[in-house]
């Protein structure tokens, strides 16, 4: 017995892993479901995308499978897809002429300073969103039961327009200098002691600030929003709209993603694996190749706008929507250039250069199966549309309606001079603005933890306002180019003066809307409006001013306001 108890038995058999029935599943999802976004977990970061169909199952960097060569009916039967015919020798491509200009469309600002394009860009118009709605949120967070009064919350004064330049100065500077935590820039600790932070307000004040800090209505809670970015909406409108209307940019454009960081939960929070931050909240943006953002967008999810299938393609004709029959020459990678959507481009005369997945359909089959050496390349060309593939190091697919199959010298940064294909030489010349605009922004991070997604959103858009103005400030201004360092404190040292500007005192005394006492039926009792009623009006209110001497009665909104403006409080 004790023998039998000292050998060793047989091993557990060893689970067979497998991830069959996970296939099945991504199987009849792609061919039942009518969009390709159920299963899209990253997105395309990568300029290149190898051969082999193995390595395409591979590439973690994105599931797309809208334009795979197939065709689905509605009982999930592979269609057969007409083949479009190619052609090996030259064909004539389209010749579009640039009809406008590059150039500002305003006049430029005051002398020409640093502080002139700030406020070119940051105008009264969102100053004013940035306060309204800043201080609509703190009133309806003071009217919720549950604040204690010894909170920060409950000291609010409304805000206004020199205070929050003030804050949104600080907030720029904080990027400047860089220290852990917001509370550390107001230690008086010998290891701190940064005064130029309390010199212009108070911890209290710019966390209270910061906590109210909105850019859209609240809508009702129980209601489910159909727009998830309502909360940014008035952003992305406002900065869309300003870039319009105040700028056109050059004739080379380049359309790419860019995240946010985001790690907590958020229904459409994305990962991207070669990105900086892997997780968080993708944009695409429209840029020129300095780096200049000229339109951008969130993707929400498959529900969105620009959600669904043909999605890479409704990202393209969203963002390049403005722009359109001036014959821009736009720049993207392989998750985005299709030959369906070159055509479509072409018909709006405009040329469409990048990469290209040698999966996507309507690509020639011997551009697909050609086995080249190094430095090798074939193409075809159809319908003003060239498709082809070279080798370097590895094989490259690509796309181009605006430039042939030519082999032309080019010299990389060591010096070295090397053939290339030219489509590939000239995506790899202007295919770099969202890569700059993320390296410049890297410099002077505004990151902070919260838990509150759309404030992230919000700060980001104030860093791309920023970086924007820089940008046309180097571009429009006489003498030699300003560093970003040194526009920055240009910026600051006219929001921030020497001599700080009068602060908004906050006292034990305040102005906020409070509920009456609870009846006997449960809800708060209500009583006549008093302004109401000196328009003859009839209309009762469960809110009233506790701070006022007698206590009146009043709308939460407008009549607390307009009672309190009358009496100078």
């Given at each position: ?12 058999p ?11 599943r991504?199987?009849?999802m ?12 990253s997105?395309?970061?990568?300029d ?26 509605d009982?999930g ?29 305003v ?17 009264d118009?969102f ?6 709605e800043?201080n ?7 009217s919720?039961?549950?604040h ?14 020199d205070?929050?330049?003030t ?15 917001l ?22 004040r ?11 209505p609240?809508?009702d ?11 940014v909406r ?15 940019p050059?004739?080379?454009?380049s359309?790419?993603?860019?995240m ?7 229904v459409?929070r994305?990962?991207i ?6 997780y ?9 190749p300095?780096g200049?953002?000229?339109k ?8 969105d ?10 990202v393209?004709?969203?963002?390049i929507s ?7 020459s ?26 290209l997945?040698i999966?996507r ?23 003003g ?19 042939k199959?030519?082999?032309?010298v ?10 290339k294909p ?6 790899n010349k ?13 410099y002077?991070?505004?990151t902070?933890?919260t ?8 700060i ?9 103005s820089?940008?046309?400030y ?15 404190l ?17 006292s ?8 009456h ?7 708060a009792i209500?009583k ?6 000196t328009?003859k009006?009839?209309?009762d209110?469960a809110?009233f001013?506790d ?9 939460q ?13």
């Amino acid at each position: 017995m004790s023998n039998k108890l000292n050998e060793s038995g047989p091993s557990r058999p060893k689970r067979i892993c497998t991830n069959r029935g996970y296939e099945n599943r991504i199987e009849q999802m792609i061919f039942e479901s009518e969009s390709d976004e159920h299963f899209e977990f990253s997105d395309s970061g990568s300029d290149f995308m190898a051969e082999a169909s193995s390595q395409v199952a591979n590439d973690s960097e994105s599931s797309e499978c809208s334009d795979i060569d197939v065709d689905v009916d509605d009982t999930g039967n592979i269609q057969n897809t007409p083949t479009q015919s190619w052609f090996e020798e030259e064909t004539d491509m389209p010749n579009f002429n640039f009809t406008k200009y590059n150039e500002l469309l305003v006049p430029i600002p005051g002398d020409g300073s640093p502080i002139d394009f700030f406020f070119l860009l940051f105008d009264d118009d969102f100053i004013d969103l940035l306060v309204d709605e800043t201080n609509s949120y703190a009133e309806k967070k003071f009217s919720r039961i549950g604040h204690y009064p010894s909170s920060r919350i409950s000291t609010w004064k409304p805000t206004n327009k020199d205070e929050m330049l003030t804050f949104l100065a600080l907030i720029i500077h904080t990027c400047t200098i860089k220290l852990n935590r917001l509370n550390d820039y107001w230690k008086k600790h010998h290891l701190f002691n940064i005064t130029c932070f309390s010199n212009y307000m108070s911890r209290d004040r710019f966390l209270v600030i910061m906590r109210c800090f909105h850019f859209a209505p609240n809508i009702d809670d129980q209601a489910q929003p159909l727009d998830r970015l309502y909360k940014v909406r008035p952003l992305i409108d406002y900065f869309n709209n300003k870039m319009n209307t105040i700028y056109y940019p050059k004739k080379e454009l380049s359309l790419d993603e860019s995240m946010v960081l985001w790690r907590g939960r958020l229904v459409f929070r994305q990962y991207i694996q070669n990105k900086r931050h892997k997780y968080g909240i993708k944009l695409y943006m429209l840029t020129e190749p300095a780096g200049l953002v000229i339109k951008f967008a969130i993707y929400t999810g498959v529900f969105d706008d620009i959600g669904g299938q043909g999605h890479a393609s409704k990202v393209v004709l969203h963002l390049i929507s403005e722009k359109l029959e001036n014959g821009h020459s736009l720049y993207m990678d392989n998750f985005y250039n299709s030959f369906d959507l070159a055509t479509l481009l072409i018909q709006k005369n405009t040329y469409c250069t990048g990469t290209l997945r040698i999966n996507r359909k309507n690509t020639p089959v011997e551009v697909k199966q050609a086995k080249l050496k190094k430095d090798e390349t074939i193409a075809r060309y159809s319908n003003g549309v060239v498709i082809g593939k070279w080798r370097d190091k590895r094989k490259v697919a690509y796309i181009s309606t605006e430039f042939k199959n030519n082999l032309v010298v080019s010299t990389n940064k060591r010096g070295h001079n090397k053939t290339k294909p030219e489509p590939i030489v000239n995506y790899n010349k202007f295919m770099s603005g969202i890569d700059r605009q993320d390296q410049m922004q890297s410099y002077y991070p505004c990151t902070r933890k919260t838990i509150r997604w759309y404030k992230k959103i919000g700060i980001h858009t104030v860093q791309m306002l920023l970086m924007n103005s820089f940008y046309l400030y180097n571009k429009y201004k006489i003498g030699s180019n300003m560093p970003l360092y040194d526009y920055r404190l240009s910026v600051l040292s006219v929001l921030l003066p020497k001599v700080p500007k009068p602060r908004i005192l906050t006292s034990k005394v305040n102005h906020l809307p409070k509920k009456h006492q609870v009846g006997k039926n449960g809800r708060a009792i209500r009583k006549r409006c008093q302004l109401c009623y000196t328009q003859k009006i009839r209309k009762d209110t469960a809110y009233f001013c506790d701070a006022c001497p007698e206590q009146p009665s009043l709308c939460q909104q407008p009549c607390f306001n307009d009672f309190h403006s009358r009496i100078n409080i």
